[in-house]
């Protein structure tokens, strides 16, 4: 007799998503010792079971990267992601990993399956009330549910209110409408490329290439001088912008030179700091990469695709992932 094979659990994930899942859960104890053993430093304690259960953690997320290193090398978006310069085998596939788990069941009829989903119904069991019940449903992949690409960008947070151009943030009391894991991984990624200095970083002018960070970076600094806002330093303390120097008076509002009001961190009218400019261009550049991303994904699964509204309806070019690309592939012999 064949042995029948195990019902997926409705909260059971593929591997790129239990192992990123794995690794970000193993960091937070791990910097949570860290800052632990740093605080007892500076009066001069110790603690031999926080160093002990450091040593744990470091080893658990170890385990966990090294998973997820194997599992990169086999997905679909590799070959393309491997010929980028500060792409490597940690962030990117918790970047993966963290749209994988957005793959979900529905049931047979549900409207929210897109319509080129043909995989046939398959039995689950899902958690209801503490009682386990076997449903039947249909599986869809996270990048099957990302449709579009702006579905992708609003999952990881890199969209904007239409109203105030602001990114999404938490709200108390509200749900929060994005992936907060997803867009702090994919933050991490792009320092990466940023930090690597390849084309993602220089960018370039060609057809079906990104503009990249600096070409960004430089885009905004021109529309905010045509603008006349002016650019300055992000502050470390209190300062005046208009005389231009820090109060280091923790409770003063105003300059003691002038008498304008002073700032932290908060930028005033027709003024931009440069650590909010760096942002901006990282969440354009962001934004074209989880495109391509998205792009050589559905391409590789046979999965429809579409140009995002700012190419159909804004008149921006096109990108070609892989025009968007450090290195040659290099042909198996």
């Known amino acids: 007799m064949e042995q029948q094979e195990r019902p997926q659990i409705w909260m059971e994930k593929g591997d790129g998503a239990y192992w990123a899942d794995a690794a970000l859960n193993a960091e937070r104890p791990r910097i949570a010792a860290i800052l ?32 997820l290193a194997q599992f990169i090398v086999n997905h679909p978006t590799w070959p393309w992601a491997s010929l980028i310069l500060g792409v490597g085998k940690e962030n990117y596939p918790k970047v993966i990993g963290l749209i994988e ?29 503490g009682k ?40 108390a009391g509200e749900k929060l409408g994005f992936n907060a894991e997803l867009r702090m ?3 991490r990624l792009v320092t990466s490329l ?29 529309r905010k001088e045509a603008l006349g806002t002016m650019i300055v330093p992000t502050p470390t303390e209190r300062m005046c912008l208009h005389c231009e120097i ?6 003063a509002q105003y300059c003691p030179v002038c008498g304008g009001k002073l700032t932290l961190k908060t930028e005033p009218p027709d003024t ?54 450090d290195r040659q592939a290099i042909d198996a012999e």
């Open 36 to 67: 632990r053993l740093k605080h007892l430093a500076r009066t001069g304690r110790v603690s031999p079971d926080t160093e002990a259960y450091l040593q744990l953690c470091v080893i658990t997320e170890a385990f966990a990267d090294e998973r």
């Open 101 to 129: 788990k957005f793959g979900r069941f529905y049931d047979v009829g549900d409207p929210m399956i897109p319509a080129y989903i043909k995989r046939e119904p398959g039995s689950y069991l899902k958690d209801v009330n």
């Open 272 to 325: 931009l700091f440069l650590g909010h400019l760096r942002q901006m261009a990282m969440r354009e550049m962001a934004k074209d990469f989880t495109l391509c991303l998205w792009l050589v994904w559905r391409e590789a699964e046979g999965l429809p695709v579409t140009e995002p509204y700012k190419v159909v309806k804004l008149g921006h070019r096109p990108i070609d992932p892989w025009k968007m690309v």
């Open 185 to 187: 991984t994919t933050y």
């Open 194 to 222: 940023l930090r690597a200095k390849g084309i993602w970083y220089l960018g370039s002018a060609e057809p079906g290439c990104s503009q990249g960070y600096q070409g960004y970076r430089q885009r905004i600094v021109d």
């Open 132 to 171: 386990v019940v076997e449903k039947v449903g249909i599986f869809v992949k996270g990048i099957e549910r990302l449709a579009t690409p702006s579905k992708l960008w609003k999952y990881i947070g890199l969209d904007v209110d239409p109203r105030t151009g602001a990114a999404p943030r938490r709200k």
């Open 246 to 251: 820090p109060v280091k008076t923790k409770r």
